[in-house]
């Protein structure tokens, strides 16, 4: 953010402070009203309130875009504004010779970028970061952004062509509804907010014209199919199936009118995501049957059926812990749904497999309740992760065009928004360090391209102190101390280590950093990071045990063993695989940690 233009000083004495104070008033009093100002860098001073005031002036005005230089910024209306995105409106941006001079609109961004693919020499692909909080709107942007290129980057010749553009173009719309139906869930600051970052790769011929497009996905909370926060939901196709299957699926799937399940919480609301027949009708445009998609439908009934599965302490550690009475019929349904045999299912939930000794002995030990619950869990997140990998390979090999075929690329970028929760965990810091990427990204980008604007203008400028976030950058990811690596390094260790010692460590190997903010008032151990939208507490325990995310090879084992088309894709057996029971306490864990892999994705993204 830019803190001083126009010669007032960001630490300004009492002169400066009249003075800014008077030219405060003086445009806030002006007689041209305030939402008539299309452009942010026309507002003088800037400051937080006159930005403010002139965002809100347009709001009221029901007037949602404004510039700021080379950036749109994009106010959410929160309601349908007829005509705002009309087709009409999409190609009156197209046709007009400067689009830019038109009024300020995500169709001016998206032309823009299409002209500038176009027009140079040597094709340069282009890329639109949309970034925002969550529930700002990214996603219905996005999404915007697509059916403006659905529209102006096709104009093929022939009809037969027409129809093959079309195919393609409906398919990548179609690629929407089935992602959000998996990726997207209500939490409590947006009711369709996606669980999982994406970069959507539109992919252009020589003629400009839209010939496929890929999809990348970054990082799916997973966890949310085993656990939700009190008042947020499961992704939105738990909801679909249960609300929209029909009286024969029903039988099929197990799920009667009415049915209870501990993994589907708050499903009175109903919610306008909640279309299961849109989201099978996009399924059946990309190319995925009905009888795959029943599959599919059915393999999420067993899930769910396996989230109401629970164990009774055996209270003796040699015993296993054994399955409630009325959790029985649950598993057993589970286990046909999932197509699994029950014996080793139960038995997979119950007992740990353990090499240890020289001679790689094989022990076998009783798992506490708690286990249990983890293993079960775990199984359904493995499950879902794998489903959803699928899904998106299945999309992108239906909308993905031949080499051949493709000369550049426009990306649009929709990564998860900034999270700040009563409880975070590691999931809010990869998305909170995604976004601080983001924002630097964004800030070197922007003013670099304002200077060179001004330089090729001739003129004189000076900034001054804009926030910069590379400290926080440092803390989070930092070398050779940062969050990251303390994280990381409790995993490669793996010794027993407590929230309140992770906390500890944080707090005195990262003391000098300014972005670490103290959490003395919390009872749970914690630390806080100042972020450049705000503080942010995460809570430490959990935090290193998700970190690993450990997938206990007799889960995956057991699901190489479903007779279930679907989980046989999912889970091809691999007779190449070593033998691998969990290591004992001295062993190596693999270091590729869940932090280590995001890391790795964000480089390759920015
Ligand atoms: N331009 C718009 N016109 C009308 N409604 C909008 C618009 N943009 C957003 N909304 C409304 O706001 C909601 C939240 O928007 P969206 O899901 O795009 O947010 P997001 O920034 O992607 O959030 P998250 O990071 O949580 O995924 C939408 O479901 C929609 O109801």
């Not at 000098?512 to 806080?528: N, V, Y």
């Amino acid at each position: 953010m830019l803190q001083q233009v126009n010669g007032h000083n960001s630490s300004p004495d009492a002169h400066g402070r009249k003075r800014l104070r008077e030219d405060l008033q003086e445009f806030l009093g002006r007689e041209a009203p305030l939402h008539l100002l299309d452009d942010l860098t026309k507002v003088n001073p800037v400051t937080l309130e006159t930005v403010l005031r002139c965002l809100q002036a347009r709001y009221m005005a029901d007037t949602f875009y404004t510039n700021a230089g080379c950036t749109l910024v994009a106010l959410n209306p929160f309601k349908p504004v007829p005509q705002l995105y009309s087709p009409e409106l999409m190609r009156e941006y197209h046709a007009a010779p400067q689009p830019q001079k038109l009024k300020p609109h995500i169709f001016s961004v998206g032309e823009q970028t299409y002209r500038n693919v176009k027009s140079l020499i040597e094709p340069v692909n282009q890329s639109i970061v949309v970034s925002g909080e969550s529930g700002a709107g990214k996603t219905w942007t996005s999404r915007c952004l697509m059916k403006f290129y659905a529209v102006v980057a096709a104009s093929p010749t022939s009809w037969e062509s027409h129809k093959i553009a079309e195919r393609i173009e409906q398919r990548i719309l179609n690629s929407n509804p089935v992602m959000e139906a998996f990726g997207n869930a209500c939490t409590l600051r947006n009711n369709n907010s996606s669980r999982f970052g994406k970069f959507i790769q539109l992919q252009l011929n020589r003629a400009q014209q839209m010939t496929g497009a890929a999809v990348q996905t970054y990082l799916l909370e997973k966890t949310r199919v085993a656990c939700q926060a009190s008042s947020e939901r499961n992704f939105h196709i738990f909801y679909q199936i249960c609300k929209g299957a029909s009286a024969d699926e029903r039988l099929q799937w197990h799920l009667p009118e009415g049915a209870a399940f501990s993994w589907l919480p708050n499903s009175e609301r109903t919610l306008e995501e909640d279309c299961f027949e849109v989201t099978r009708e996009a399924m059946l445009h990309l190319g995925i049957n009905t009888p795959t998609q029943n599959n599919i439908f059915k393999v999420l009934a067993g899930l769910l059926h396996l989230g109401n599965i629970q164990f009774a302490d055996s209270g003796d550690e040699a015993q296993p812990c054994q399955l409630m009475d009325d959790a029985k019929c649950s598993f057993r349904t589970s286990a046909s749904l999932l197509w699994l045999p029950e014996d080793p299912l139960l038995e997979t939930l119950q007992i740990r497999t353990i090499r240890a000794g020289r001679q790689q002995q094989v022990f076998r030990k009783p798992c506490s309740q708690a286990e249990c619950d983890t293993r079960r869990d775990c199984l359904a997140k493995l499950v879902y992760a794998r489903l959803f990998d699928w899904l998106v390979s299945v999309i992108n090999s239906s909308i993905c065009a031949d080499p051949n075929y493709w000369t550049t690329f426009i990306g649009l970028l929709d990564v998860y928004g900034f999270e700040s929760f009563p409880d975070n965990s590691l999931e809010q810091l990869c998305i909170n360090y995604a976004n601080e990427k983001l924002q630097q990204h964004f800030v070197a980008h922007y003013l670099k391209a304002q200077q060179e604007e001004y330089a090729v203008e001739g003129l004189e400028w000076s900034f001054v102190n804009y926030q910069d976030n590379q400290t926080c950058l440092d803390l989070l990811e930092g070398s050779p101390i940062s969050i990251c690596s303390l994280i990381n390094e409790e995993c490669r260790l793996n010794r027993p280590s407590s929230a309140a010692q992770l906390q500890t460590r944080i707090e005195s190997a990262l003391a000098g950093s300014p972005c670490l903010g103290h959490s003395k008032l919390s009872r749970e151990p914690s630390f806080t990071v100042l972020h450049y939208a705000g503080p942010v507490r995460y809570r430490t325990a959990g935090l290193v045990e998700k970190n690993k995310d450990p997938v206990p090879p007799e889960l995956t084992r057991l699901l190489q063993q479903s007779q279930d088309p679907l989980l046989k894709v999912l889970f091809p057996a691999d007779p190449e695989e070593k033998s691998q029971e969990e290591p004992s306490g001295q062993s190596r864990v693999p270091v590729l940690t869940v932090v280590s892999k995001f890391k790795v994705g964000l480089v390759v993204l920015t």
